[in-house]
């Protein structure tokens, strides 16, 4: 998928055009960049960039996310060849009518990789495109004399274009059933992190040879990608099929020695039968959907297609392409739900919380549209509009005369990926400021995991918060990765004790136990703590019992539109004297 943001206009749109054919153009445009075989990247007309695909953002950004950056950002922020050179090379597009192209060489662990790139003006259209193409095995095949279009230079196999035009000359002189396999290496991103590429080539070219020995007479073996291989025989029977998937499995499963190193790798397989005159594309994706949901299963199995596996992904693609038109259509809000100090049964606080309602799809779970955003930047205007209307409720909330908040905060959700976002920090304190609201109205709720990455952006982007008075809130503590001794070295104000805890808390001692350490813990650290999914009266006691400070759930509030929240809080307020706890 390609990641897109910009300005779209809409005025050649005629009234009866339905949101559909938008959501049909935006998906033609996705696989327009994503079946191009380059990288590609696009800038607007002051430099900002526009869209990407994923190739270009999986071999020059380590699957990080350009997207929404100016040309003068990224250049001041890497050193790296050859993305300086493409970025000079599209800025110089930018300003001139004239297509420029240039070659460029990256080397990495003493390997070098080579690059021809373009770029050239939109035309009548303000922007760019840049398209770069890994040319590196044509510079080594004509280093070495040695090139052909359909053989792999690094394992000798055939390329993925030499297979399609052997089964094409096939299907024209037989009309015979054939098995597609295909077959992926599991987590052979680890040798490349750990042993370096030289050795992930090795290992490649060793699974090739492995798989050679076990391809039926006839068949044919090609190297997709990377580690990926593709297989096809015309199979004599189920149990052929059944025997030759189970050798490929083994073959790749043998020990193999890389660099002195002896190294045990498994794969994941799918498989997928096709007609005589089955289309040739739909049997690999078929196939690679196969291999996906092998992986998905833990790898080192074999999996049969069934049309089942991809429905979730047709759906997928249809939340997908409805996610971006979201907020252009109003179709999101934030609910807010209240939470209470147990000391006082007073509100203190409330979580914004991001509701969406698709007119055709209905209410769609955060659970299920979060994911999907957090793959593409949608995550980041999702986040940019809750901080801004959240700032907006607060003002209401202050200007009103019928409730006392005192100390009151809303809290906002960060993802991972938002807080790798060089200018998260940056974009939220600026709305809170538009609005004219304060940053110590204001929690960032940060999940263990965010805390985990290695970015530095995440940390510098937590501590230019936290120094401008925004609480930080650690969420989900204890279903992550931190433990109690962690939590004295996280860079945290709060602690929210996950509901999967407080649901078992009347039932397990050893979660009590639990609980009260993390209570303990977090006094001693000046930490607070709040407690979430609070449901009866006997949980709340029990919290207020140990020490906890605040709590929320169903027991006080559900989340509730802005609209409803002033009463609620006012109705929380009232009723406080009157708790039997």
């Not at 240039?102 to 495109?129: C, I, K, N, Q």
């Not at 499995?249 to 498994?266: C, L, Y």
């Not at 607070?528 to 027991?555: H, I, N, Y």
């Amino acid at each position: 998928m390609i990641r897109l943001i910009g300005r779209t206009s809409h005025a050649n749109t005629t009234p009866d055009m339905s949101m559909a054919t938008l959501d049909e153009g935006a998906a033609l445009l996705d696989a327009v960049l994503e079946s191009a075989r380059a990288e590609i990247a696009v800038a607007d007309e002051s430099g900002v960039i526009i869209a990407t695909n994923s190739a270009f953002r999986r071999h020059f950004f380590r699957d990080g996310d350009p997207t929404g950056m100016r040309l003068d950002q990224l250049v001041a922020q890497t050193d790296q060849q050859p993305m300086l050179d493409m970025l000079h090379l599209l800025a110089g597009a930018l300003h001139g009518s004239t297509e420029l192209s240039m070659f460029s060489r990256e080397t990495f662990l003493d390997t070098d990789r080579w690059y021809e790139v373009t770029a050239a003006s939109l035309g009548d259209h303000p922007g760019a495109v840049l398209r770069a193409h890994d040319v590196t095995e044509l510079v080594h095949a004509s280093q070495n004399g040695s090139h052909s279009r359909t053989q792999d230079v690094l394992t000798g196999v055939l390329t993925e274009q030499g297979l399609r035009d052997a089964l094409r000359q096939e299907m024209v002189r037989a009309l015979t059933t054939r098995c597609v396999v295909m077959l992926d290496i599991d987590q052979f991103s680890v040798i490349r992190q750990t042993l370096g590429y030289e050795a992930a080539d090795e290992t490649v070219r060793q699974v090739a040879l492995s798989l050679q020995r076990h391809v039926p007479q006839g068949g044919h073996l090609a190297r997709m990608m990377g580690d990926e291989f593709c297989i096809t025989f015309e199979p004599q029977s189920v149990l052929d099929v059944d025997q030759v998937s189970s050798a490929l499995r083994d073959a790749v499963r043998q020990p193999m020695t890389i660099r002195g190193r002896s190294v045990r790798i498994t794969a994941s397989v799918g498989i997928t039968m096709t007609d005589p005159d089955a289309n040739l594309d739909l049997a690999m994706q078929h196939a690679e959907l196969a291999m996906q949901e092998a992986g998905k299963r833990g790898g080192n199995r074999c999996v049969v297609y069934a049309p089942e596996l991809a429905e979730p992904q047709e759906g997928m693609m249809r939340l997908w392409n409805a996610l971006r038109s979201a907020l252009q259509f109003r179709q999101m809000e934030v609910w807010f739900q209240p939470v209470v100090s147990l000391a006082t049964d007073r509100p203190v606080a409330a979580e914004a919380l991001c509701r969406w309602h698709h007119p055709q799809f209905g209410d769609i779970a955060p659970g299920v549209f979060i994911p999907i955003a957090e793959r593409n930047s949608e995550i980041l205007n999702i986040g940019s509009f809750v901080h801004g209307r959240s700032a907006e409720v607060m003002n209401v909330l202050r200007s009103s005369r019928t409730t006392s908040l005192g100390n009151f905060q809303i809290s906002v959700n960060a993802s991972p990926n938002e807080l790798a976002w060089p200018e998260f920090a940056k974009n939220m304190l600026a709305r809170i400021k538009a609005n004219d609201a304060l940053p110590e109205w204001f929690a960032l709720e940060v999940t263990e995991k965010a805390l985990q990455q290695r970015d530095p952006n995440v940390m510098v982007n937590l501590q230019i918060i936290r120094d401008a008075g925004v609480t930080i809130s650690l969420d989900d503590f204890g279903t992550g990765y931190s433990s109690l001794e962690r939590l004295r070295d996280l860079p945290v104000d709060r602690v929210k004790i996950d509901r999967t805890f407080v649901a078992t808390l009347m039932e397990n001692e050893r979660t009590e136990r639990l609980i009260a350490a993390i209570i303990t813990l977090a006094d001693e650290l000046g930490i607070d703590t709040v407690a979430e999914g609070v449901e009866t009266s006997e949980q709340a006691a029990k919290l207020r019992s140990l020490g906890c400070k605040s709590a929320q759930g169903f027991l006080f509030a559900p989340a509730v539109p802005d609209s409803e929240l002033v009463a609620v809080l006012r109705d929380l307020s009232t009723a406080s004297a009157r708790r039997p706890w």
